[in-house]
């Protein structure tokens, strides 16, 4: 698995990025990572689950926070951007995303990450944070059924962002050490 220090692979893929007809679909590579800012990159196991869309929610309702912190915001799993497509549209917590749906169709590249389950080969909810020259600086993986906590994202972007030395449970304000 690559972990922190590791360069974020190379990739394009194809993304849901809006429900518009006719505008639905980008490409979305590993250049939209390198472009002078952070990026969170996180997968979920697959689309029309249960667990999955309050994650997939979550990220959104903090996009805004993203944004502020010049972050990019990237979700992706290994169903295809048809797949995506058809969830967005039947979900309704799912229909106003302001971020892209990447589909990694192949698994090349959560194989290439080596987040996948080995026997059914999805992957796990895995969560990345990336610097703006493409260096992983966090991942962190939660089995199938267990969601991942979106506000504790965000503080640890804070944290890399500030690049101190933060102490346990350290949030924005706080002193930091020397």
């Known amino acids: 698995m690559l972990t922190v220090g590791d ?33 969170v990159f996180f997968w979920w196991p697959l689309d029309f689950t249960f667990v999955c869309p309050t994650e997939i929610s979550a ?26 497509l058809a969830w967005r549209n039947n979900h309704p ?11 990694d169709t192949s698994k090349s590249l959560s194989e290439e990450l080596g987040i996948l389950e080995k026997e059914n080969k999805i992957a796990y909810r895995t969560t990345y944070i990336i610097d703006p020259e493409g260096v992983i600086q966090h991942v962190s993986v ?3 059924n267990v969601g991942r906590n979106v506000k504790e994202t965000l503080r640890l972007l804070d944290a890399f962002q500030l690049g101190e030395l933060t102490p346990c449970d350290w949030v924005p304000g706080e002193a930091t050490l020397n």
């Open 93 to 103: 917590g799912l229909k106003n995303l302001k971020f892209p749906m990447l589909a």
């Open 142 to 144: 939660n089995g199938l």
């Open 59 to 84: 990220f959104n309702e903090q996009f805004e926070e993203f944004e502020k912190r010049n972050t990019n915001l990237i979700g992706a799993s290994i169903d295809s951007e048809f797949v995506h």
């Open 7 to 39: 360069k974020f692979p190379e990739f394009e893929k194809q993304a849901v990025v809006s429900l518009e007809p006719g505008k639905e679909f980008k490409q979305i590579s590993s250049e939209n990572i390198s472009n002078g800012r952070w990026t």
